[in-house]
């Protein structure tokens, strides 16, 4: 059974930084790309970054371009988000989200459950 | 970036009825397009990729058309469990990916 599930939200001020990780399971974990995807209270869905099978290419929305940084350790099936610079507009659910595309990043089959953010004083 | 708008914003209709759900790309994205369905506390489901491909698991009544900057989601006959929210997402421009802001689609 694929599994993909997100850890590392919380309450962070402004400014700060915060690490998310996501561990997936149930399938071959190095042939497919793995996103971010955040949803922001009453929301629409909004593309945060993406990473390609063998981590060799990678995105982020033009949003958290420079604060965000996407990284995969294929040995442990995982993958991390780093925050930095927080502002209160990044307060969302980040989903980790699995490729259904072997190696090309293309469309989202697999979805955790989420890792809620919230960014305050 | 490439800019997908979606329309209605949202749709009234009665269960048995057919949904026209349209998407519209900023440039062509050929027919590299999905569609979700996001029920309340739900993460979203993958219904349709490549345009018109379904995904497993998805019944029969959901369809998808289109191609260049026009696609269009169809739902014929309207089950109670279908009124939720839809999302289309290109992945044409990667590595950057976009989803439209959603047609909620509400009981009549």
């Known amino acids: 059974e694929v599994q993909v599930v997100e850890s590392g939200g919380g309450l962070v001020q402004p400014g700060r930084s915060l690490r998310l990780s996501c561990a997936a399971s149930?399938?071959?974990?190095?042939?497919?790309?793995i996103h971010w995807v955040r949803q922001a209270p009453g929301k629409g869905l909004e593309w945060v970054s993406g990473i390609s099978w063998d981590g060799g290419s990678f995105g982020y929305a033009d949003s958290v371009e420079g604060r965000f940084t996407i990284s995969r350790d294929n040995a442990q099936n995982s993958v991390y988000l780093q925050m930095n610079s927080l502002r209160p507009e990044d307060t969302a659910l980040y989903f980790c989200?699995?490729?259904?595309?072997?190696?090309?990043?293309?469309?989202?089959?697999?979805w955790g459950q989420g890792t809620l953010v919230t960014v305050s004083s | 970036e490439i800019v997908l708008t979606q329309s209605p914003a949202t749709l009234s209709l009665s269960p048995g009825e057919r949904a026209t759900l349209s998407c519209r790309a900023s440039?062509?994205?050929?027919?590299?397009l999905a569609w979700y369905q996001q029920k309340p506390g739900q993460a979203p489901r993958l219904l349709i990729y490549d345009a018109s491909t379904r995904a497993t698991g998805i019944p029969a009544r959901f369809s998808g058309s289109g191609a260049g900057t026009d696609f269009t989601l169809t739902i014929n006959s309207l089950e109670p469990e279908d009124f939720a929210v839809y999302y289309c997402?290109?992945?044409?421009?990667?590595?950057?990916?976009?989803f439209g802001q959603g047609t909620r689609l509400e009981i009549k």
């Open positions: 989200v699995k490729d259904k595309v072997v190696v090309t990043p293309a469309y989202f089959d697999f």
């Open positions: 440039q062509s994205i050929s027919d590299y």
């Open positions: 997402q290109q992945r044409i421009s990667w590595p950057l990916i976009t």
């Open positions: 149930g399938f071959t974990f190095e042939d497919y790309a």
